[in-house]
């Protein structure tokens, strides 16, 4: 089955950058899309990035634009967010998810664990 882990969340201050890694298993990982989502405390899981099969079409959701770029190795079976400037309204658990579509999506089946992500003001 796919399974997903997330690594590289941790606390950092306003203005400052983080690196989140999937690590993908269970399929052919260059075959799908690939995205990150997060869950603030007290708030609904939202969409946040999401990245087509071979990492050439992107959509970002406009909170994070010009901020976070999303990225794939394929041949490391790995999806990334790179996270600038963050703010403490970035707080919260970052999760990795992928769908059975070749395209990006807002949407995911697959769900990794989550990493906590803490931006101090």
């Known amino acids: 089955q796919v399974q997903l882990v997330e690594s590289g969340g941790g606390l950092v201050q306003a203005g400052g950058s983080l690196r989140l890694s999937c690590a993908a298993s269970?399929?052919?990982?260059?075959?799908?899309?690939m995205g990150w989502f997060r869950q603030a405390p007290g708030k609904e899981r939202e969409f946040v990035a999401a990245?087509?099969?071979?990492?050439?079409?992107?959509i970002y959701a406009d909170s994070v634009k010009g901020r976070f770029t999303i990225s794939r190795d394929n041949a490391k079976n790995t999806v990334y967010l790179q996270m600038n400037s963050l703010k403490p309204e970035d707080t919260a658990v970052y999760y990795c998810g992928t769908s059975d579509s070749r395209r990006p999506t807002r949407q995911a089946t697959y769900w990794g664990q989550g990493t906590q992500v803490t931006v101090s003001s």
């Open positions: 269970g399929r052919t990982f260059s075959s799908y899309g």
């Open positions: 990245l087509d099969w071979s990492g050439g079409n992107a």
